[in-house]
């Protein structure tokens, strides 16, 4: 089956500061790898997704960037701020049986 | 709201209890999930439903039984459970195929004492 790693597992960084979280996979069948921010007492919601035949994706602040000879992809936040401070998931996804695998969770702490 | 709701939102139970969790999806999609989340721990996967059938079980202890009567809703019947189960579970819904955003409902925290 899939195995998703993230890192780290926790980040403090300075308001204004950027925030990197990367993930690895093992198998090169999966095909979407959405990112999901989980704040404290609230459920998971997708905030940026890319798929296997596209490098990088930008939302704003957000962007997401794959390497899928390395079966790795990132989350970059720029320009941090405190309301970025959450738990952060990511997820590999592959069409066999609609799995998604997550990874552990970054706990991202922006200071103010 | 997400259009993905569960009951109940808490529940705590002996270990000789038998309870139900359900969840609903009102966003017309194919797919829906349990997830069990426990802490400093990935989202586990626990059963997959498309279009009502079973697709997935990782394994998950026959103490956690899934029911999919429809497409909108999904229940966890549970039974006989051990402390270690307490966690929250999480049902999620998709659209069925290839790789499409999860909605996630707010999730039930189960206590098992």
């Known amino acids: 089956g899939e195995n998703v790693e993230q890192h780290p597992s926790t980040l403090s960084v300075q308001e204004g500061d950027s925030a990197v979280i990367k993930c690895t996979y093992s198998?090169?069948?999966?095909?979407?790898f959405p990112w999901y921010k989980q704040e404290l007492g609230k459920r998971p919601q997708l905030i940026i997704d890319?798929?296997?035949?596209?490098g990088e994706k930008k939302d704003q602040r957000i962007a997401v960037t794959l390497n899928k000879t390395a079966k790795h992809f990132s989350l970059h936040i720029t320009e941090t701020q405190p309301e970025d401070s959450a738990v952060y998931f990511c997820?590999?996804?592959?069409?066999?049986?609609?799995?998604?695998?997550f990874g552990t969770g970054t706990s991202l702490t922006v200071i103010p | 709201e997400t259009g993905v709701t569960q009951t109940p939102r808490h529940l705590v139970m002996g270990m000789t209890n038998k309870k139900s969790l359900k969840c609903e999806q009102h966003l017309g999609h194919n797919a829906m999930y349990w997830y069990k989340q426990s802490a400093k721990k990935p989202l586990e996967l626990m059963f997959v439903?498309?279009?009502?059938?079973?697709?997935e079980n990782n394994s998950v202890p026959s103490r956690f039984s899934p029911e999919c009567p429809n497409s909108s809703h999904l229940f966890l019947h549970l039974h006989t459970l051990q402390p270690e189960d307490s966690a929250l579970y999480l049902c999620?819904?998709?659209?069925?195929?290839?790789?499409?955003?999860?909605?996630f409902g707010p999730g039930t925290r189960l206590t098992v004492t």
């Open positions: 997820a590999a996804f592959k069409g066999t049986g609609n799995q998604f695998y």
């Open positions: 999620a819904s998709s659209a069925e195929g290839d790789g499409y955003e999860q909605y």
């Open positions: 198998d090169s069948a999966s095909n979407y």
């Open positions: 439903y498309n279009f009502k059938e079973q697709t």
């Open positions: 890319i798929r296997s035949n596209v």
